[in-house]
């Protein structure tokens, strides 16, 4: 069992920075593949990042790349999303999820976080 809980979303306005931590917690969490997801109202939830458990592999939604970057500290149990010039667009209810590997595929995560809200103004 892997337990997952964001923190750092917040308010901010277009081309403003956002840091979001998801801290894991159980026996296995440093072995698992990471990912951040995001759900804007009326949309579907989409991939952000993914992170192998090495930190070797880091995978991006093409919205983000360049503006994102995900990073994974084994030896506290925490996956970042730095979230640099920052877009409205970008608003969303961002979710942490673990899994056996990095993907794109919401799916193929087991564990997933309650989510944190970040809302971006022009």
């Known amino acids: 069992q892997v337990q997952l809980v964001e923190s750092g979303g917040g308010l901010a306005q277009a081309g403003d920075s956002l840091r979001l931590s998801c801290a894991a917690s159980g026996r296995t969490a440093s072995r698992r593949g990471m990912g951040w997801f995001r759900q804007a109202p009326g949309k579907e939830r989409e991939f952000v990042a993914a992170?192998?458990?090495?930190?070797?592999?880091?995978y991006y939604a093409d919205s983000v790349k360049g503006r994102f970057t995900i990073s994974r500290d084994n030896a506290k149990n925490t996956v970042s999303l730095q979230m640099n010039s920052l877009k409205p667009e970008d608003t969303a209810v961002y979710y942490c999820?673990?899994?056996?590997?990095?993907?794109?595929?919401?799916?193929?995560?087991?564990?997933w976080g309650q989510g944190t809200q970040v809302t971006v103004s022009s």
């Open positions: 992170i192998s458990w090495s930190g070797g592999n880091t």
């Open positions: 999820a673990a899994g056996p590997w990095a993907t794109m595929e919401a799916r193929a995560y087991t564990y």
